[in-house]
């Protein structure tokens, strides 16, 4: 057996590497929120497009002359980091670990508060802009599972791709990607969401807390959330379908698992209730912005 003496320097020794680590941790954890405060503070305008280059020098980050991809992670908060301080860090770690091999210039940082991650890319030309979003999604994910942030029942992060272009253009599309990931909470789970294409969920999202748009979702489809309350079957899953089919009745009855019948007597239920036509382009259009605003209305 270690003699007291030796199991004492033992003792102080593992003390001291602990401390060592620890101090590691914190300065990562530093280092990856003062890229994290960059680049939000790119996207806010406090640093204008001029200047941004060289401070992202400063920061590791040195693009070629092709065009910047912004993109945000944003945790859901039951998967986000809350322990001691160090988790972040280890995320960003993990993160960069997997980033390593998609071979393009990558700045990213952390937002604690939230719960965001954002990420600055170096493309050679915009053509390569969702090849490199395939990749860099992945590898994401896969930090997250990494550093032990996937747990069960939680929800996925949600990956956001903004548009690319120049320095100029990534302030406007890592505030306009980090918005619309916050927006993107509870969307059907996608490797990645197209920034341009959830305009409208943005903008539903930023009139969650206005009276008129919960007005709107029950005057719209108020009958159906009754009826799917005390009924069955629920018939507000069908409309949803049969919209995004875009009134497809064969595809529609295909991905519901029914006979055209069926279908057709549900289509006519809904109509019934809501008392309108499923086939006025006025109509459809309501209940589908209806059907996207009500996860903000809940």
């Known amino acids: 057996p270690p003699l007291p003496v030796h199991r004492l320097a033992a003792e102080r020794a593992a003390d001291i590497l602990a401390v060592v680590l620890m101090q590691a941790r914190q300065e990562e954890e530093l280092a990856a929120r003062g890229r994290g405060d960059f680049l939000t503070d790119l996207a806010e305008g406090r640093i204008l497009a001029e200047d941004a280059p060289a401070q992202a020098k400063v920061l590791g980050f040195k693009p070629g002359e092709g065009p910047l991809l912004p993109m945000v992670m944003r945790l859901a908060p039951e998967s986000a980091p809350s322990g001691p301080s160090g988790n972040w860090a280890l995320l960003a770690r993990a993160v960069l670990e997997e980033l390593s091999s998609v071979g393009v210039p990558v700045l990213l940082g952390v937002r604690p508060v939230e719960g965001r991650v954002p990420l600055l890319l170096g493309l050679r030309t915009e053509s390569e802009r969702t090849a490199v979003a395939d990749r860099v999604a992945t590898a994401l994910r896969a930090g997250v599972e990494r550093a032990g942030l996937e747990r069960p029942g939680a929800r996925p992060p949600v990956v956001v ?37 959830l305009d409208i969920d943005l903008l539903l999202w930023r009139l969650r807390e206005h009276p008129d748009l919960a007005a709107f979702v029950d005057r719209a489809i108020g009958p159906l959330r009754a009826h799917d309350r005390t009924s069955r079957p629920a018939l507000l899953p069908t409309l949803e379908v049969y919209l995004a089919h875009a009134g497809r009745k064969a595809e529609t009855a295909r991905e519901l698992h029914l006979n055209r019948q069926t279908l057709y007597n549900r289509l006519a239920r809904i109509a019934e209730l809501l008392g309108t036509d499923l086939d006025d382009p006025q109509t459809v259009l309501a209940l589908s912005l209806a059907l996207r605003a009500r996860r903000h209305t809940l």
Do not use: I, K, N
Not at 166 to 195: K, V
């Open 161 to 197: 791709v903004g548009v690319a272009g120049g320095w100029a253009a990534a302030s406007a599309g890592l505030r306009h990607a980090a918005e619309t990931a916050t927006a993107a909470q509870g969307l059907p789970d996608r490797a990645w969401y197209d920034a341009r294409r």
